[in-house]
Every structure is written in structure tokens, then in C-alpha cells.
């Protein structure tokens, strides 16, 4: 009986692009999608073998994991997994939270093989991430919440920041304010090509772009004391600024702390907006902070729907999915003030 | 070859307690233990053959289980799951986390018994709580974060909560305060019997006792919003009381922002001081919170060695282990004020 290794040998590519044709997981051309074919009908080899043959060891568990050690799991994250947790379990399946980071990618792997999962989903992507590269070598069942590399592998679930930027932009837009930062996650992860990072940025300079107004970025380690010292670098450096899109939840925390011990009243003079983030994390504030819910209890559900669709042969979407964030009304956007009196 | 159903029924005794008098987890009175060695004797039963039939099939996979869905993983919970972790990693062991609440022990012995871990770490433990028991009664390897029962289980590790509870008040009674109030966990929590709520409450009456001094208890949900409404119910009933000890992470947040909403200026003449919880969360107040902080990554490090020296059929210790609390200064604790001017 022919393997996939078989079909890559006689079609002179990569195991890794025979089975994403296989299983349409990333675009590839055409050209190759027919040599792959072809070389499939010349040996008899039969796709769904493949999801056979994993049926046949099934533990009925999928292991959720995501770099423990580094990221605290706060209550948005906590919606990821409790949402997937509930969907395993309606579908028979066991979910487990394997705490590995990037750079742990052989345990997981190890992990793995050893039959302790039938399928693994990823969180907090890197763009460029082993977990999913050592994975995707062994022909291991995944998917991902956030999107790895270029961002069009149809095993990606992810929220829509695109869109969470538009939404966010346009509200303290029609409350007339046109200077506007985000307070972004750190330097550091953006460095390391955290996609959240990169992509809320990318939309937040387009949508605003869109409107001919220039945005200001701030990058904030993950703690309340850096979202007070973020404060004390915007008055300094952009005292026009009249309004923030904060997605770093626990930094926007310390910068409303830091904007009230400025004297800087939330919201008559200043208005803030927390974005991908929870319900919980909004009430730590004073006031209460308007958000844009992460839809992460969904993701979590849609992520253990792609995954047993793929073991169970079926053809995944066309492409990543993405989901909006939810409006929840708190007390922290308003009206730009007619005239600023900012003490500086 | 006798097994251990052998010798619990030669002595007359349930086979849970044949597997307490052999590793020493809980008391049992001298008699049983002297009918059940005598057993031993007679059948030739080795109690280390438990040991290496383990070892045998070891996985080299330790579970940490917590209540996924009821609670959030903060950063103080967090701290546990770093520790056991690293712990694990350190004696060649993999860590996974299993989401599961008392009332799917079920779902959680069947994981158990495919073989999926060695050993089994529960968290949040409630004093009759159902995943214990029925790891016990399938003779499966635990340990506790947290103490079940009775407190005298050997395979606990916990927070020391009457030395934390003294530890606290000696700080604020030192400051001249005498009407302090315990911002407790809820309501729903004691009645589950969910071990730190009952505890924290034992230790806070007793050692306001030992001063001759009557603290009062507030009932709290797991919320900022529930801790704003537990500033209206303290200074409604009780408003000669100066200083606060609360354990309960969330609505601490909401209490301070509460007593600042009604013009009480902390720590000028109200007094906070958070325990058990973590120094990320003490920076989401302003003023940052003196805490004691909770000894959180060494008990998942102790869980996962007691663990370990149960599955190498070492002696463990003769009695839970307690750690204390750290010490780490904020600026939301001073002197009681000479007079108290509270708008009521």
C-alpha cells in the first residue's frame, strides 16, 4: 500500500505539501496540486487513509497548549479554554492544557508521539512558530488560535483585528476624537512576531490612515506599572492625544491609574477603550472600561471543530476564520472635550 | 503472588486503608495497623511490589487538575502551575493540566485509569471533595494543593492560612488598628467547603480572639463589582472599622476603588492589606497593595515532589506540609488615623 511519503517522492515535493493538498490546509500551486494528484492515481493512494488509519488510535483527547511559563492565563484566555473544553467534551473528547512555550517545541512533539493526543491545538502563535513547524513535519493534526506565517492556512481560527480595529476606531471617531494612541503589547513580543501584536497594529495604522489621521503606537510590557509609566511617556510626548485603544489588559489597568493621578479624568477629557479582552478584566478599572469582548470562547469551540474535522477526513474551510470582538458598554469613552486642560 | 484486596480482606479493613498503613497518608489506630502487617506476614505481601508495578508502566506524565470552569487561572493559580512545572521537568517528568471541577471525577479517573498520567495533583481542593475520593478508592497516586477532609492527609501541601490570618493582623494591630473586617471568598465558596474560605475565616477569629479583639467577616464574590457593593455593606454596618484583610483577588480591586469613590483615602484612614495573592495583582490597585504573597510555585513544587516520593515508594512526610506567606510592601497599609472623618 502506497504512503504519503510515497506520493511526495513520485510528485518531487515535500511530505508537508503533499499533505496540505491533501487536506487544502494551505494554498499551494497548481502546478504542484497536479503532479500531487497525479502521482496519487499512478500509486492507488487514497486520502482518507490517512484519517483511517488515525481513527484507529484514537485516545479521544485533544491537548490545548500554550507557553505557560511565559503568559499568565487571565480570565480572556480562560474563555479560550473553558470554550474548547465544552465543545471536546460535547463531541466525546477529552481536552488538556500542555503548557509548553515555542522553544519546548521537541517535549511537545515528544509529547505527541507517544499517541498522548489525537490532535494538538496551538495558542498564542508566533508567525514563525516551532510548535507548529515541528508539528506539521510529523504530519500531526493541528490547528491554531491566532495565525502562523503568512496567515492563510485554513486551520487558523483567530479574532478578527482588522475589523476590532475598524470598530474601535470608528466609536472615539464619532465621538470626534482624531488624535489617538494605541497601547499596544511589548516591544519584546513584537519582536518576536507575536501576531496579536503585529496585526492590531497594522489595522490600527490603516483604519486610521483610512480617516487621514496618524496614530500613535505605544509598546507596553504586560503590567499595570508600565501602563502607569506609558502615561507619563504620552502626556510627555503627545499632549494632544485625547483618547486610547488599549489591547494590553493589564497595563490598561495602571494607564487609567496613571491618567487619574495626572489629574486626567476618565472620561471627560480622556477617553479609553480596552480591546480583546474580558469582562472581568473591564471592572478592575475605575471607571468600569467600555470593551470590545474577545470572542474567545467561541474560538475555542471553533478550534476543536476544525481539528475534528480534519480527523475525521472532512474538508476544512476554505480559509482562517476569523471573529469579531463584542461591544459591552462600561463607563470610559465620551465625547472629545471642546477645549483640553491637561496639566502637563 | 497476594495482593493488596488480599490483605484488606485477611485483616478485615476496606483496601484503602491497607494502602494508608503501607505509605503512611493518613493515621489509622494501632490495632488495624497491627491486623494488617500481621496480613502481610502471613500472605508474604511486599508493599513496595505497589511501587514497581507502577514503575513498570509509567507514562512519566504528572496531571495537575483544577476546576477549569468555575474559576479563572489568574496569576496567583498560575504560580502553582509554573512551579509544578519546572519540578516536573527537573526529574524528567511532563506536566499536563487536566480542567477538571469536583463534579466531573468521573471524566477524571477514567483519564486516570487509560494510563494517561502517573500520579495526579489536585487543586482547590474542597474538604469532601469527590476526585479525591475516587482516586483513592481506585488506588490511585495523588497529592493535594490544598488539604481535604480532615487536614491531617500527609499528601498536602497548603498554604499555612492560621500563620498567614496571624501574620496579617499582627501588621495591622501594630499599625494601632482594632476594628479590622476579613474581605472572605463568597458565600457559595464556604457552603461548597472550599478549603482556604473556611480556613482564612478559623484562623482570622481566632487570632483576633487571642487579642480580645472581634473581627467581622464579609462574604464576597469573585468580582470587582462584588467588591465595590462589600465597601457599601462595611461602612453601612460596620463604620468604626479601619483596616481590611482581604483574600479575594478580584474584589479587593473593587473595595479600594469603592472606598475611594466615597472619599475614604487609603491608607490614610483605611488600611487594605491583600493575602494570598500575587504581586501582578497587587499592582492593579492604586495604591499598589502591600500583600502577603502566596507561596504558590514552591507548594507545586512540593506537590509534585511528594508525588514523586510516593510513585519511588519513598516514606513521605509524616504530615501536611504548610508554607507561609511572603511579605511584600505596598503603599495601602499605615497607622489607624487619632480620629476617623468617614462620610457615611
Redesign the interface.
Known sequence: MATMQDVANLAQCSLSTVSYAINNTRPISAATRQRIEQAMRELDFRPNQIARSLASRR?N?L?LTFP??EN????TI?EF??GA??AARERGF??????YAPAQAD?MLQ?SR?G?ADGIIVMEVRRDDPRVRLLDEHQFPLTMIGRAEDGTDSRCVDVDFEQTAEAAVAHLAELGHTDIVLLNHSADSRDHGYGPTLRIAEGFHRVMGRRGLTGQVLWCDE???AGRRAIDELTGRWPAVTAMVAMNE?AV??AV?GL??RGIAVPQTFSVLSIVTSP?MA??A?PALTILHSPGADLGRLGVQNLLDQLDGRRPAPAPTLLPCRWEAGRSTGPVPPVIHRPR
Not at 499568565?72 to 480570565?75: A, D, E, V
Not at 477529552?94 to 503548557?99: A, E, G, K, N, T
Request: hydrophobic share 45%.
Open positions: 485516545s483527547i491537548a505557560g511559563t499568565t492565563l487571565g480570565s480562560m479554554v473553558t473544553a465544552q477529552h481536552l488538556v492544557v500542555w503548557p517535549e509529547m507517544q498522548l503590567t499595570p506599572a493589564h489597568i495602571g491609574g487619574a493621578g472581568l471592572q478592575m475605575e
